[in-house]
C-alpha cells in the first residue's frame, strides 16, 4: 500500500460521493472533505443559475470563502468530485493549497442533457492535471477541449454502503416485491413501464417525480414512494426478487450506478443491453439483458417462476463484481496513483 495522503476532497457530503470520500479514508488518506454548495448563498436560485446559466457565473461568490478556509493548509492532493463551481480560477487557488488537482464525475460533464450545469467544468478542463470520466466518448470530449490526461473508469459500489444487510421479517414484509424499479421518472422511463404493466409485469416503482409522468394514471397504483437511502435503499434491492435497471438516454448511459449497487447488495438485474453491460456480466448466468419492454417482461416472467435459477444468478452476479474490482476502494486508490502524487 502507498502512504498517506492528505487530500482536499471537494463534492456533496451525501451520496456516491461521500461513498469515494470514505474509500479514500478506508485507505488510510487523510481526507477534508468541503462541500462549495455549502459556501453559496442558502437559496434555490444558487441551483437554478447553475443549472440555467452555468456554475461559473457563482464561482466569484466562493473565491473568498475558500480562501479563507484554506489559508495556511497544504494538501498533497486536490480532488474534485463533479465540480459545477470549479472554473480555472478557482483550480488557480486550489493549486496553492495542493501540487495537483484532478477531477472524476459520474455525471456526463461534456454531454446535452444538464444544460449549463457543467459549463464550468468544461472550461476548467484542460487545467486538471487528470480527468476521469465514465463514458468513453467523454474521453475524446474532453481531449477536444484540451485536456492534459484523461482515464475512463466504470463506476463503482462501495464496500459497506453496499454491503447486503440482515434481512428481518419486518423488512422483507415492508420491501419485499417480485420486480422493482428504483429511480428518478425520465420522460423514455414512463412508457416502458407502462408497457411491462400491460403485458403482466408484477411491478413496483420507487423514486422521485413519477407525478411527472404521462402514463402516471397507469403507474400511481404501482408507486411505493419516493427516493430512499442508506438502508432502506439497501433493503429495498434486497428484498426485490428481480431489480430493473434503465438508462438516462439523454446521460448516453451505458451502465449506471445501478449497474454495481444491485449485484453488490445480492440482487439480480435486469438490465437494457449494452456492450458494457454484456462486458460486466455474463447474460443469463450473472445477469439478465433485454432490448425492449417485450424481452424484459418474458425474462422476468420465466425468472419469477424459476426461484432456484433466480437465486444462482444474483449470487454468481455478486462474485463477478468481485472479480472485476468495480468497487471504491480499489478505483479511488488507482486515481490517487495516476494523478501522480510523489510518494
Given at each position: 500500500?502507498?502512504?498517506?495522503?492528505?487530500?482536499?476532497?471537494?463534492?456533496?457530503?451525501?451520496?456516491?460521493?461521500?461513498?469515494?470520500?470514505?474509500?479514500?479514508?478506508?485507505?488510510?488518506?487523510?481526507?477534508?472533505?468541503?462541500?462549495?454548495?455549502?459556501?453559496?448563498?442558502?437559496?434555490?436560485?444558487?441551483?437554478?443559475?447553475?443549472?440555467?446559466?452555468?456554475?461559473?457565473?457563482?464561482?466569484?461568490?466562493?473565491?473568498?470563502?475558500?480562501?479563507?478556509?484554506?489559508?495556511?493548509?497544504?494538501?498533497?492532493?486536490?480532488?474534485?468530485?463533479?465540480?459545477?463551481?470549479?472554473?480555472?480560477?478557482?483550480?488557480?487557488?486550489?493549486?496553492?493549497?495542493?501540487?495537483?488537482?484532478?477531477?472524476?464525475?459520474?455525471?456526463?460533464?461534456?454531454?446535452?442533457?444538464?444544460?449549463?450545469?457543467?459549463?464550468?467544468?468544461?472550461?476548467?478542463?484542460?487545467?486538471?492535471?487528470?480527468?476521469?470520466?465514465?463514458?468513453?466518448?467523454?474521453?475524446?470530449?474532453?481531449?477536444?477541449?484540451?485536456?492534459?490526461?484523461?482515464?475512463?473508469?466504470?463506476?463503482?459500489?462501495?464496500?459497506?454502503?453496499?454491503?447486503?444487510?440482515?434481512?428481518?421479517?419486518?423488512?422483507?414484509?415492508?420491501?419485499?416485491?417480485?420486480?422493482?424499479?428504483?429511480?428518478?421518472?425520465?420522460?423514455?422511463?414512463?412508457?416502458?413501464?407502462?408497457?411491462?404493466?400491460?403485458?403482466?409485469?408484477?411491478?413496483?416503482?420507487?423514486?422521485?417525480?413519477?407525478?411527472?409522468?404521462?402514463?402516471?394514471?397507469?403507474?400511481?397504483?404501482?408507486?411505493?414512494?419516493?427516493?430512499?437511502?442508506?438502508?432502506?435503499?439497501?433493503?429495498?434491492?434486497?428484498?426485490?426478487?428481480?431489480?430493473?435497471?434503465?438508462?438516462?438516454?439523454?446521460?448516453?448511459?451505458?451502465?449506471?450506478?445501478?449497474?454495481?449497487?444491485?449485484?453488490?447488495?445480492?440482487?439480480?438485474?435486469?438490465?437494457?443491453?449494452?456492450?458494457?453491460?454484456?462486458?460486466?456480466?455474463?447474460?443469463?448466468?450473472?445477469?439478465?439483458?433485454?432490448?425492449?419492454?417485450?424481452?424484459?417482461?418474458?425474462?422476468?416472467?420465466?425468472?419469477?417462476?424459476?426461484?432456484?435459477?433466480?437465486?444462482?444468478?444474483?449470487?454468481a452476479g455478486r462474485a463477478r463484481l468481485a472479480r472485476n474490482g468495480h468497487y471504491n476502494e480499489p478505483i479511488m486508490a488507482a486515481l490517487?496513483?495516476?494523478?501522480?502524487?510523489?510518494?
Amino acid at each position: 500500500m502507498s502512504r498517506s495522503r492528505s487530500i482536499l476532497y471537494l463534492g456533496p457530503v451525501s451520496g456516491t460521493c461521500l461513498d469515494r470520500a470514505n474509500a479514500l479514508r478506508r485507505l488510510g488518506h487523510r481526507v477534508e472533505h468541503l462541500d462549495l454548495r455549502g459556501l453559496l448563498p442558502r437559496s434555490v436560485w444558487m441551483d437554478r443559475i447553475t443549472w440555467r446559466l452555468g456554475g461559473d457565473w457563482l464561482a466569484p461568490w466562493l473565491m473568498r470563502p475558500l480562501a479563507a478556509l484554506l489559508a495556511g493548509r497544504q494538501f498533497d492532493l486536490a480532488h474534485v468530485d463533479g465540480g459545477e463551481w470549479v472554473t480555472p480560477g478557482v483550480i488557480q487557488l486550489l493549486r496553492r493549497h495542493a501540487p495537483k488537482v484532478i477531477n472524476y464525475s459520474i455525471d456526463d460533464p461534456y454531454g446535452p442533457r444538464d444544460g449549463a450545469r457543467f459549463r464550468a467544468m468544461r472550461q476548467a478542463t484542460p487545467h486538471y492535471d487528470l480527468i476521469a470520466v465514465v463514458r468513453e466518448v467523454n474521453v475524446q470530449e474532453a481531449h477536444a477541449l484540451g485536456a492534459r490526461q484523461v482515464v475512463r473508469i466504470y463506476r463503482s459500489a462501495d464496500e459497506l454502503s453496499h454491503a447486503p444487510r440482515a434481512i428481518t421479517p419486518e423488512a422483507q414484509a415492508r420491501w419485499g416485491c417480485d420486480v422493482l424499479f428504483l429511480g428518478t421518472w425520465f420522460p423514455e422511463r414512463g412508457p416502458f413501464l407502462a408497457e411491462l404493466l400491460r403485458r403482466g409485469v408484477p411491478l413496483t416503482i420507487q423514486g422521485s417525480n413519477w407525478h411527472k409522468a404521462p402514463e402516471w394514471p397507469v403507474l400511481q397504483a404501482h408507486w411505493r414512494g419516493g427516493s430512499i437511502s442508506g438502508d432502506d435503499y439497501a433493503l429495498a434491492v434486497q428484498c426485490a426478487r428481480i431489480n430493473l435497471g434503465l438508462l438516462s438516454k439523454e446521460n448516453r448511459d451505458l451502465h449506471t450506478t445501478r449497474s454495481l449497487e444491485i449485484p453488490a447488495l445480492g440482487g439480480l438485474m435486469c438490465a437494457e443491453r449494452t456492450v458494457e453491460h454484456e462486458a460486466m456480466y455474463e447474460e443469463g448466468q450473472e445477469a439478465l439483458f433485454w432490448r425492449d419492454a417485450e424481452e424484459c417482461a418474458a425474462a422476468c416472467r420465466a425468472l419469477l417462476s424459476d426461484e432456484p435459477r433466480r437465486a444462482a444468478m444474483a449470487l454468481a452476479g455478486r462474485a463477478r463484481l468481485a472479480r472485476n474490482g468495480h468497487y471504491n476502494e480499489p478505483i479511488m486508490a488507482a486515481l490517487v496513483e495516476q494523478a501522480g502524487v510523489p510518494s
